[in-house]
């Protein structure tokens, strides 16, 4: 390994990541004044583009499962999946949503529902644009997303044995010698930002919902000392799984993550309007094919769809870096469109079963109650898990599973991030994990603490913006590397 290499991707990226948090933290305003300038920029002029990126890796995903490539390997011809499906699917689906599910399950529906586009809120036609946009937002764009990088990223690893960092998806396109050089270091120090602060910011929004949950449910107080001894508990609960590895920590935390998120649905879709969900499940997902294909106008938005849609795709774009990666590095030895499959159309199924029924249990409370609850994004899961019976269980198994969700996305970044440090080392070192750890939850709990969370999140969107041309290039680069793979050289041969 180049050490030389190592220490300079490292050592810049802490230098990077250090110095835009003391800016954030000693000058505040300015920090949130340029960050909101850059974004409110980016979505204005750049919005189109977002639109169609996003619609490209739809489109891209779904043609190459289904094309001439899709039985080639990530890996040797005879290599077999490192892991079964559904671990694997458990340990993807954690890193790729994690929180966010729970924070958003209730909240994002209710939104709409109240403030939707371009009709009065707390109607049915409201509630019908309400699910079909929540499952717009978390259906198969971010999915997409994610696998058009990690496409890209394991079929390199693993069947080209190249480094595991986001550079490698370039090789095929400008060669190794200059991936190796200032290009490659630039966008690797991007992505270690990137993912920094998309996970922090995910951690800190984490804290504050387990401190309301833990509020409403016991009475525990919201304050900066409860937040601090969360953080520091699951500091310490991600470092012991980062550190026991991906085969044992990791795996058996996103495990038990899909079963208590099992465990959570069953009981709402028992104890909520069960024939209500189902209904908008079927009528949600007819809904948003409709919009699938009458939405593709780039153009002409106006601020609901940049508020909602265009901040959600510059989002995922922040966190394709993180994700792609950890997909990338569990997904040896399967087929490209088991790959699709399983990164696609999998997580997008649970995340509509996963918005139907806590979308509905949310309508149905009436708008009073969602009224009530989206005046504050923490606490909108618990004000309507009041309304129902049972509801404080189900509350307690959303706080455990916060818990949960919170320790595999904090102990997968870290991950991610020592392979990023490490010249895409497929197994990293302890010492680069911990480092990696600390900085994440530090960073976390100082932003959380100076209420900087939210621009912390912005700066990462803006920051992420060349990701999009990244994972532009990852696709034309795939298919370049693909066409030269041996499978497809042999059946030209023949075919000739």
């Not at 009065?120 to 409201?126: H, L, M, N, V």
């Not at 370039?170 to 991936?179: D, S």
């Not at 307690?396 to 997968?412: E, G, I, M, P, R």
């Not at 440090?421 to 932003?447: H, M, Y």
Request: charged fraction near 10%; aromatic fraction near 14%; glycine fraction near 8%.
């Amino acid at each position: 390994m180049n050490k030389s290499k190592v220490n300079k991707v490292f050592v810049i990226s802490l230098v990077v990541v250090f110095a835009i948090v003391l800016w954030g933290l000693i000058a505040a305003d300015n920090f949130a004044n340029v960050a909101n300038l850059a974004f409110n920029f980016l979505v204005s002029k750049f919005g189109w583009f977002y639109l169609l990126a996003m619609t490209s890796f739809v489109v891209f995903a779904i043609w190459i499962a289904f094309s001439k490539y899709g039985k080639i390997k990530l890996g040797p011809d005879d290599s077999k999946p490192d892991y079964s499906f559904i671990s694997w699917f458990a340990m993807l689906f954690s890193a790729g949503m994690g929180i966010g599910l729970v924070f958003w399950g209730v909240a994002e529906p209710l939104n709409h529902f109240i403030n939707p586009m371009g009709m009065d809120g707390g109607t049915e036609a409201a509630a019908k644009f309400a699910m079909m946009k929540s499952f717009m937002h978390w259906g198969l764009h971010p999915w997409a997303n994610y696998s058009v990088l990690a496409l890209a990223l394991a079929y390199m690893q693993f069947r080209k044995n190249k480094p595991g960092l986001i550079s490698s998806v370039f090789i095929p396109l400008i060669g190794e010698e200059r991936v190796k050089g200032w290009i490659g270091k630039t966008i690797d120090i991007l992505a270690i930002f990137a993912t920094v602060a998309g996970v922090a910011t995910s951690l800190g929004l984490g804290t504050l919902q387990i401190n309301s949950g833990l509020n409403y449910l016991f009475g525990v107080p919201e304050n900066s000392l409860v937040q601090i001894m969360i953080v520091v508990i699951v500091t310490v609960l991600f470092m012991i799984s980062a550190i026991t590895g991906l085969d044992k920590g990791i795996k058996f935390l996103s495990n038990l993550n899909v079963s208590i998120a099992g465990v959570l649905v069953v009981l709402s879709i028992i104890i909520g309007p069960t024939l209500l969900i189902f209904t908008n499940l079927g009528q949600g997902i007819l809904l948003y094919a409709k919009d699938l294909v009458m939405d593709v106008n780039p153009f002409g938005k106006g601020e609901w769809y940049g508020w909602w849609t265009i901040f959600y795709w510059a989002w995922w774009i922040a966190w394709a870096p993180f994700v792609g990666t950890f997909i990338a590095r569990i997904s040896r030895g399967r087929t490209i469109k088991e790959f699709i499959f399983g990164v696609l159309a999998a997580p997008t199924i649970a995340s509509f079963v996963w918005f139907a029924t806590f979308g509905t249990m949310g309508i149905n409370a009436g708008v009073e109650v969602a009224t009530e609850a989206i005046a504050k994004t923490e606490t909108a899961f618990f004000v309507v898990m009041n309304q129902y019976p049972l509801g404080s269980i189900i509350s307690f198994v959303a706080v455990l599973l916060l818990c949960t969700f919170f320790v595999t996305s904090a102990d997968s970044a870290t991950f991610v991030l020592g392979m990023m440090s490490s010249d895409g080392d497929l197994n990293p070192t302890v010492n680069r994990k911990v480092t990696w750890g600390v900085i994440q939850s530090l960073l976390a709990l100082a932003l959380m603490l100076s209420g900087g969370l939210k621009m912390l999140q912005t700066a990462s969107i803006v920051a992420a913006f060349p990701f999009a041309f990244v994972m532009i290039f990852g696709m034309v680069s795939i298919v370049k590397a693909l066409r030269q793979d041996p499978i497809i050289a042999k059946k030209n041969e023949r075919a000739s």
